[in-house]
């Protein structure tokens, strides 16, 4: 599915394919593990040529190609139904766009060996250092891939996580945000949004992803 500068790399509609990505590529492996950055890059484009191969994508253009990685997370508040999302300052990439908290991998996500995946790691950081807030992980939303490589080195991959808010003292990271808010999906929709931003957003309010926090 193409969106924009991106492209799906699963049909969010079909539950087993995204499993097993999410099996592939966040469960597996690199769970747990101390890589580096190398190590992640090289891990994420083997195990996602072995997935495309599994869903039938005979010509894969994902597989070896990927030199980051981005997290984004979702976070919806369960009680209102409302996201959050920031809007990017005028100088940045995305500039004056929103955007779901996140940021790239860091060295420092994957030196300690813990509970959860050191992706999960990056997005609950990235959002604290965004927003001021602390999340719970919920679940795996999807995964994109960049059409446009970085600085014509390689392409980025970026993985959506689901979260639920924990704390709710918002404080926007002046460098990096210059707007922070909750809003309801009719809101957001209006908003200029980055694009595959309104995909993601679909996809978790379709799946009511908030409904399984807590049972977990």
């Known amino acids: 599915l193409q969106v924009g500068s991106y492209h799906l790399l ?3 509609n079909d539950l087993e394919k995204r499993e097993r990505l999410k099996e592939h590529l966040i469960d597996g492996h690199l769970l747990g593990r101390e890589l580096n950055e ?3 890059l090289h891990q994420a484009n083997r195990d996602l040529s072995v997935y495309s191969k599994q869903v039938g994508q005979s010509n894969s253009q994902e597989a070896c190609m990927f030199t980051g990685i981005t997290v984004w997370t979702v976070v919806v508040n369960p009680a209102d139904k409302k996201t959050l999302l920031i809007k990017r300052p005028a100088g940045d990439t995305w500039g ?5 908290p996140g940021g790239k991998v860091e060295k420092s996500d994957l030196k300690e060996k813990i509970e959860f995946s050191f992706l999960e790691k990056s997005a609950i950081r990235e959002t604290k250092e965004e927003t001021n807030i602390d999340v719970a992980i ?3 939303v999807g995964s994109f891939a960049s059409n446009v490589t970085e600085n014509n080195k390689g392409k980025i991959l970026f993985v959506v996580y689901f979260a639920t808010p924990i704390t709710f003292d918002l404080k926007p990271q002046k460098e990096e ?4 808010g909750w809003f309801t999906i009719n809101e957001a929709n209006d908003l200029p949004l980055v694009e595959g931003t309104s995909t993601i957003l679909q996809q978790v309010y379709k799946e009511k992803m908030w409904e399984t926090a807590g049972k977990l």
Do not use: S
Request: glycine share 0%; proline share 0%.
């Open 10 to 12: 699963e049909d969010l």
């Open 38 to 40: 190398d190590e992640l």
């Open 96 to 100: 004056n766009l929103w955007i779901a």
């Open 138 to 140: 919920v679940d795996y």
């Open 177 to 180: 945000v210059a707007a922070i």
